[in-house]
């Protein structure tokens, strides 16, 4: 298996949206319930790959997009020295492969390269990346119980971390 980690453009949002689509039916709490509305998806991409404050990573395996995370650099004027990690979603028949870990990776070196010595995120406490997370040297700032609701229904807490770079 080979893969390659590279920023996505338009001509990537129909597979996001199906990325995001098979993540919240297995569960994954990535701010939409399942299912996701018709077109819900399509618009939260062609938003974000357009978007010049946010760059949208993809994991490609053999040349087939199956995993994304998206680092967000548009902060607040006293913040440009932080950005956030958003949305790292893998396609549940890609999981197991490293791919998610990779992503962080490039994630974090695109971070240091614009400039950020910080970066901050949330997962949730049920079926989250923690253990990704911490196995990164992300440090958990602590927990938001009953935060959101599962894609499924039911409430579930946040866990908050944080990374300091080039330190």
């Known amino acids: 298996m080979t893969f390659a980690i590279r920023p996505l453009d338009a001509a990537a949002v129909p597979r996001l ?12 709490s990535v ?17 974000a790959v357009a978007d010049p404050g946010r760059i949208v990573l ?3 395996v053999d040349g087939t997009l199956q995993g994304t995370v998206t680092l967000w650099l548009d902060t607040p004027p006293n913040q440009p020295f932080r950005g956030e990690i958003w949305k790292l979603m893998v396609a ?5 492969r490293g791919l998610a870990r990779a992503l962080m990776i490039e994630a974090e070196r695109l971070a ?3 400039g950020r010595t910080l ?3 949330d997962t949730a ?3 989250g990346a923690s253990e990704l997370y ?7 700032a602590g927990v938001i119980p009953d935060y959101a609701y599962k894609p499924q229904g039911g409430l579930v807490g946040t866990a908050i971390y944080w990374k300091k770079l080039g330190g």
Not at 17 to 27: D, H, M, N, P
Not at 92 to 96: D, E
Not at 134 to 140: D, H, I, K, P, Q
């Open 134 to 140: 911490e196995s990164l040297g992300w440090t958990r």
């Open 112 to 114: 240091a390269e614009h």
């Open 92 to 96: 549940p028949a890609a999981r197991g």
């Open 58 to 60: 993809g994991a490609f």
């Open 119 to 121: 970066l901050n995120l």
């Open 125 to 127: 406490v049920e079926g």
């Open 17 to 28: 949206a199906e990325i995001l689509r098979e993540t919240v039916s297995a569960g994954g």
């Open 31 to 47: 701010h939409f319930m399942d299912p996701v509305p018709a077109g819900g998806a399509e618009a939260y991409w062609t938003a």
